[in-house]
């Protein structure tokens, strides 16, 4: 069967690709920027990717006519760039626009829960996209998921960071709302099980874990699984921008989803019964489980996907080969070179630069950075990365993200996300004679970019210094 299969990118959809493939279905992947996509993945001709933007009609032509079902797995909650509702919008709607011009039979739409009268910004998002590809010629089927709970996802790593930073939780109302978790095997298993199926055709289903717990006590058992004890107070007193702010500061999250997050968060995700789980032999994993199961695939490096990489900024939007080629004119620049004792030691360490390795020398001064980004609204230092050993074009590194990383040509390009007065790459690339070339660009906007940089003079020649010296050196990182 031939599947196409948006948002091929995104944290589901990353999920859902291998297991489309073991079933043997031909898919073909939508992706906005080709270069994000990491086909060394997956070994089999039974992949095409084509380049599709939904939110520009000239894009949509990209897309063949002969499939037979289609995935919707477009979410913007986690933009910065625009009204996200606005901008699903048009997206639900240049979707059902190309399909009616293919042969798809079926669509399927992974929506969230929405029966609350009063739906939350995001929800009635959802929801306003579930009418629009409603009035297709073809069956929609629509899988209305509840908190996805898996190593990577959004909801798993903000509740991770609240819990293993603070033994003492002050949060507000929205802790005592109550919601139905569901693991992310599960949501696999239903998007899989749901292909062609009659019983699903024009018909929406809550797909939820076994579990029906408020947001308190999903820190409590999280909490329990990891062997840690927390004591949290409810302070009712504490307003929504508040809440979004404190958020923001204690987790990975940016100021936007935060603020979106805290507003779903006030709204009882619950869903309503149905028989669909029997009908397709699904066994329901429960909320300890599936953190267990998320664990696992964190300590044997197996995280396929993180929410973290999906999550659209300018330099996503607009495309990384619009920011690849580094600018010379008009640019400052800090290069150095040093000789490499190992080569391959030193091309393994960049390759773990950042995230729980740190960045080798001065860390403190780096977290003071990641701080001092976080008070003026950046991503801050706490995103990571999605694997301690491996790194691809696309990921997000702490507060960069990686526009090129070759290990045969053995060169890493980061693009800087942090709030700046201008623009910034940091690159490191092994020639063949061994040595190491660290260079560090910076393109300022106006006084303020130039002073920026004139400033931070002397605190670059002591990180830079270092860093280039520990990955010259011929020990081993852990």
């Known amino acids: 069967m031939k599947i196409l299969l948006t948002g091929a990118t995104g944290y589901i959809a990353q999920r859902l690709l291998p297991v489309l493939l073991e079933n043997n279905h ?39 006519p002969d499939i037979d079902v289609a995935y919707y797995l477009i979410h913007s909650m986690s933009s910065s760039v625009g009204d996200f509702e606005e901008m699903e919008g048009i997206s639900a709607k240049n ?31 959802r929801k306003n996209v579930e009418s629009i590809l409603s009035t297709g010629a073809y069956a929609l089927t629509t899988l209305r998921a509840g908190i996805i709970m898996g190593s990577g996802s959004a909801s798993f790593e903000i509740i ?39 019983d699903a055709f024009n018909k929406n289903f809550d797909i939820v874990g076994p579990d029906i717990l408020s947001y308190k006590e999903m820190l409590i058992r999280f909490g329990k699984v990891r062997g840690l004890h927390h004591r949290i107070f409810i302070a009712p007193f504490i307003q ?29 995700i619950v869903g309503k019964k ?6 397709l032999g699904i066994e329901l994993i429960n909320y300890e489980m599936a953190i267990e199961l998320a664990f696992d695939k964190i300590e044997q490096n197996q995280v396929l996907s993180s929410w973290k990489d999906a999550q659209t900024s300018r330099i996503i939007y607009d495309g990384i080969a619009n920011h690849i080629e580094v600018p010379t004119n008009g640019c400052f620049k800090d290069v150095r070179v040093l000789k490499a004792i190992n080569p391959e030691t030193s091309l393994q360490k960049i390759w773990k630069i950042g995230g729980i390795t740190g960045w080798y020398y001065a860390d403190l001064l780096w977290n003071f950075r990641g701080f001092l980004d976080k008070l003026v609204g950046g991503v801050g230092l706490r995103r990571g990365r999605k694997s301690p050993t491996e790194i691809y074009a696309g990921d997000a590194l702490d507060f960069w993200r990686v526009l090129l990383a070759n290990k045969k040509e053995k060169r890493l390009l980061l693009y800087a996300e ?61």
């Open 160 to 198: 991770r960071d609240l819990v293993e930073k603070l033994p003492i939780i002050v949060a507000p109302r929205w802790l005592l709302t109550r919601s139905q978790p569901i693991a992310i095997r599960n949501v696999i298993q239903y998007l899989v099980g749901v292909i062609m199926l009659p």
């Open 26 to 64: 031909e898919i073909v992947c939508c992706v906005r920027d080709s270069n994000r996509f990491n086909y060394h993945n997956y070994e089999t001709a039974n992949i095409k990717v084509i380049e599709v933007d939904f939110l520009k009609k000239e894009t949509l032509h990209n897309i063949p």
């Open 418 to 478: 942090m709030k700046l007065p201008g623009e910034a790459w940091l690159e490191f690339k092994i020639e063949p004679d061994g040595n190491i070339y660290q260079t560090a660009t910076f393109r300022p906007l106006g006084i303020m970019g130039r002073l920026y940089w004139y400033l931070l003079l002397p605190l670059h020649a002591i990180i830079f210094n270092g860093m280039i010296r520990k990955i010259a050196e011929n020990e081993a990182i852990q």
């Open 95 to 125: 979707f059902k626009y190309a399909i009616l011009k293919t042969n798809a039979r079926q669509v399927i739409y992974l929506s969230g829960i929405v029966n609350d009268s009063e739906l939350s910004k995001h929800l009635s998002s």
């Open 274 to 279: 149905n028989n669909l789980s029997e009908l």
């Open 240 to 268: 929504p921008k508040i809440s979004a702010f404190w958020l923001y500061f204690v987790t990975s999250v940016s100021f936007s989803l935060a603020k979106n997050l805290v507003d779903s968060m006030k709204v009882e």
